[in-house]
């Protein structure tokens, strides 16, 4: 079972930027697809960006151009840089890890096994 850890949420102005981490450990970071969640009162967890164990990156249509995903496998770690933030990108951010090795294409609630406590984003505007 892998163990995910998120920080960097906060209070933003609309147009600001944050950068969310999630520190990984229980099994070979490497191997495994990660994605970012998100989820407002109310309503089902959406999917914000994944990025694969070969590097290769998804994201939900609203946030193309503003976010970036990226990870170091060094550190166990993944990143969410979002940029140009927007009061409706107000959530609850939660990292997610892959059910299964060397994936392509991971995009749905349904491949992430494990899940982070999450983190809260507020974008004022």
């Known amino acids: 079972q892998v163990q995910l850890v998120e920080s960097g949420g906060g209070l933003v102005q609309a147009g600001g930027s944050l950068r969310l981490s999630c520190a990984a450990s229980g099994r070979t970071f490497s191997n495994y697809a990660m994605g970012w969640f998100r989820q407002t009162p109310g309503k089902e967890r959406e999917f914000v960006a994944s990025i694969t164990w070969s590097g290769r990156t998804y994201f939900r249509d609203s946030v193309k151009g503003r976010f970036t995903i990226s990870r170091d496998n060094a550190k166990n770690t993944v990143y969410l840089q979002m940029n140009s933030l927007k009061p409706e990108d107000t959530a609850v951010y939660y990292c997610?890890?892959?059910?299964?090795?060397?994936?392509?294409?991971?995009?749905?609630?349904?491949?992430?096994?494990?899940w982070g406590q999450g983190t809260q984003v507020t974008v004022s505007s």
């Open positions: 997610a890890a892959d059910r299964i090795a060397f994936r392509q294409g991971v995009v749905n609630r349904a491949d992430f096994g494990s």
